[in-house]
């Protein structure tokens, strides 16, 4: 039982350049979320998925696009990289999407956009 | 979800008690108190939650007050790998939304 894994642990753009961050659960959880840190902060939520099928914005979606691909995967793409999202970027899931329920968290991706 | 106010840092000796405080005055009656913590460099742990009771599972023990304005967070002998930033969150347990607001939370040095 892996929990929440994150592809790639690091990487670095250039300024325009596009990517896909990668989140699997094998938790059979329904709701996946996707934060990201910036340094000496908390973390912010850029978009959630609360079921299969369904994606929804956070506090900070502007830049980003995400696909829930099947239940265990939730994808992040950045479609034209700017420097103000070298970030560090977290992939959470939970049972159901109700406040109540613990979060589980992915190690991260340390992401640098030049 | 309430506000909460946590201090920027606390040391803490190996083996000692650490006692995390924790204020939300702003709390209302359907909103729980949550304990995360991150550890350097990786993702947030849970560590414990509670409404009106305290507390306790393996890795630490949650106090809350009778009015529910404030909370400590208890790891009972603080070990070197307990050093992490600890986050203390209010939330309601019903209703839509799934944002955890994070903060600054509380930078724990455990120290030899």
């Known amino acids: 039982n892996a929990g929440v894994t994150q592809t790639p642990k690091f990487q670095v753009l250039k300024t325009g350049q596009s990517m896909t961050l990668q989140c699997a659960q094998d938790m059979n959880h329904n709701s996946m979320y996707w934060y990201r840190q910036d340094p000496g902060m908390g973390l912010r939520l850029i978009y959630y998925?609360?079921?299969?099928?369904?994606?929804d914005k956070g506090e900070v979606p502007n830049g980003y696009n995400v696909s829930r691909l099947n239940k265990r995967e939730f994808s992040l793409r950045l479609e034209s990289a700017a420097p103000s999202q070298t970030s560090v970027y977290f992939c959470a899931s939970s049972v159901s999407a109700g406040r109540g329920d613990t979060q589980y968290f992915g190690p991260g991706t340390r992401l640098t956009v030049l | 979800d309430a506000k909460t106010t946590q201090p920027p840092s606390m040391d803490c000796a190996e083996g000692r008690a650490a006692n995390l405080p924790c204020n939300h005055s702003t709390i209302s009656g359907n909103e729980y108190v949550y304990w995360y913590r991150q550890i350097h460099s990786q993702g947030p742990q849970y560590i414990i939650h509670?409404?009106?009771n305290n507390e306790t599972n393996e890795m630490a023990s949650l106090i809350i007050t009778e009015d529910r304005k404030s909370s400590t967070l208890i790891l009972p002998h603080a070990t070197l790998r307990d050093t992490a930033v600890y986050y203390c969150i209010v939330r309601a347990r019903q209703g839509g939304g799934n944002k955890l607001t994070f903060g600054t939370g509380t930078q724990l040095k455990v120290e030899l």
């Open positions: 998925s609360a079921s299969e099928g369904t994606t």
């Open positions: 509670g409404l009106k």
